[in-house]
T-cell receptor, first 115, second 113 residues
Framework: DTGVSQNPRHKITKRGQNVTFRCDPI?????LYWYRQTLGQGPEFLTY????????KSRLLSDRFSAERPKGSFSTLEIQRTEQGDSAMYLC?????????????FGPGTRLTVT | EDQVTQSPEALRLQEGESSSLNCSYT??????LFWYRQDPGKGPEFLFT???AGEEKEKERLKATLTKKESFLHITAPKPEDSATYLC??????????????FGAGTRLAVHP
């Protein structure tokens, strides 16, 4: 299967700890997105990469959040000093710049629980 | 402000009972409207992209339509395996807007035998 993969699938951490999530996009996709989804809501945009460049960040992405995409391949999302309000599903998606359509393909997500 | 509203929030159907889900949107220059299916604990699964008013797309028991203000997802003779949350999202056509999807809160569909 060559879909988007995310690791870990679940993460439980104590408030104040740092966590890091990884996303591997579909291999030929040069665009990568991070979203956050809370219970009963649709995904909310966090940030966007084209190749290795981070081109857009949402207001939701506070200074405790940082994302990287070294060499334009996999991406990591780090949350420092986690808070209970960070508990959510973190979704990664990818798309192809060369495609005539604009759909984004999502990974299975990482469920974060902050206790 | 770009916005997507989905209705109803939840829908319960009997197997074989056809119905429609609504997605109303406000966006500056629609680039695309997307429908996704999401099962509990999983990421959204892409279903359809619609680009312009009057466009329709079909897949098995699902048919998506688009007008200038809303989109409908019609479900014909649903089966229990169609139970899921259906998400609608838009992509704006202005610079900085087409780098993200703006989602509605979804419609939770339950199909009972």
């Amino acid at each position: 299967d060559t879909g988007v993969s995310q690791n870990p699938r679940h993460k439980i951490t104590k408030r104040g700890q740092n966590v890091t999530f990884r996303c591997d996009p579909i291999s030929e996709h040069n665009r990568l997105y991070w979203y956050r989804q809370t219970l009963g809501q649709g995904p909310e945009f966090l940030t966007y990469f084209q190749n290795e460049a981070q081109l857009e960040k949402s207001r939701l992405l506070s200074d405790r959040f940082s994302a990287e995409r070294p060499k334009g391949s996999f991406s990591t999302l780090e949350i420092q000093r986690t808070e209970q309000g960070d508990s959510a599903m973190y979704l990664c998606a990818s798309s192809s710049q060369g495609s005539v359509s604009y759909e984004q393909y999502f990974g299975p997500g990482t469920r974060l629980t902050v206790t | 402000e770009d916005q997507v509203t989905q209705s109803p929030e939840a829908l319960r159907l009997q197997e074989g009972e056809s119905s429609s889900l609504n997605c109303s949107y406000t966006v500056s220059g629609l680039r695309g409207l997307f429908w996704y299916r999401q099962d509990p604990g999983k990421g959204p699964e892409f279903l359809f992209t619609l680009y312009s008013a009057g466009e329709e797309k079909e897949k098995e028991r699902l048919k998506a339509t688009l007008t200038k203000k809303e989109s409908f997802l019609h479900i014909t003779a649903p089966k229990p395996e169609d139970s899921a949350t259906y998400l609608c999202a838009v992509q704006a056509g202005y610079s900085g807007g087409y780098n993200k999807l703006i989602f509605g809160a979804g419609t939770r569909l339950a199909v009972h035998p």
